[in-house]
């Protein structure tokens, strides 16, 4: 739900014009399309492995492999860390792109889609790890 309101939330606001007279779309984050690129990324790649891995838990009980079970259970672990690692960059870069917008009209109207992208990429990175400390607590490897 994190990832939809980080990459939903720039999509829809974070996108604005300069000023009235320019009708180019910039990012809201200081201007720097990386920015809002690197945060709609992360934040559809959080879903889509969300995804994934919820098929894969559904479907755990039918694997009989020992080794199948925990190649699972490792890649799932694999994937919270370095998501971790992912929404910790973002929200980083999120802040500290933030702090140096200057505060136009354009940047006033999104600017509660932009502190909600930064708060909730930082509420990602208490999920994913506390995901891989919960797969670390569950699962015996």
Same mark, same amino acid.
């Given at each position: 739900?994190?990832?939809?309101? $980080?990459? !939903?939330? @720039? ?13 180019? /779309? ?17 934040? @559809? ?7 994934? *891995? &919820?098929?894969?838990?559904? %479907? *755990?009980?039918?694997?009989?492999? $020992? ?9 799932? /672990? !694999?994937?919270?860390? &370095?998501?971790?690692?992912?929404? *910790? $960059?973002?929200?980083?870069? /999120?802040?500290?792109?933030? %702090? ?9 109207? !999104? ?8 708060? &909730?990429?930082? *509420?990602?990175? @208490?999920?994913? $790890?506390?995901?891989?400390?919960? /797969? ?6």
């Amino acid at each position: 739900i994190f990832s939809i309101v $980080v990459f !939903g939330s @720039i999509v829809n606001e974070c996108y604005v014009n300069k000023d009235s007279q320019d009708p180019e /779309l910039l990012c809201i984050f200081n201007e720097n399309e990386s920015a809002c690129s690197y945060g709609i990324a992360i934040g @559809i790649i959080a879903f889509f492995g969300c995804i994934f *891995f &919820f098929v894969v838990d559904l %479907q *755990f009980q039918q694997i009989s492999s $020992v080794k199948d079970r925990k190649r699972a259970v490792l890649l799932d /672990l !694999g994937f919270s860390g &370095f998501l971790s690692f992912l929404w *910790f $960059v973002a929200f980083c870069f /999120l802040a500290n792109q933030w %702090q140096r917008t200057t505060m136009t009209k354009g940047a006033l109207q !999104g600017a509660d889609a932009a502190r909600a992208a930064i708060a &909730f990429s930082f *509420f990602s990175i @208490i999920v994913w $790890v506390s995901s891989a400390s919960g /797969l670390l607590k569950d699962h015996t490897l």
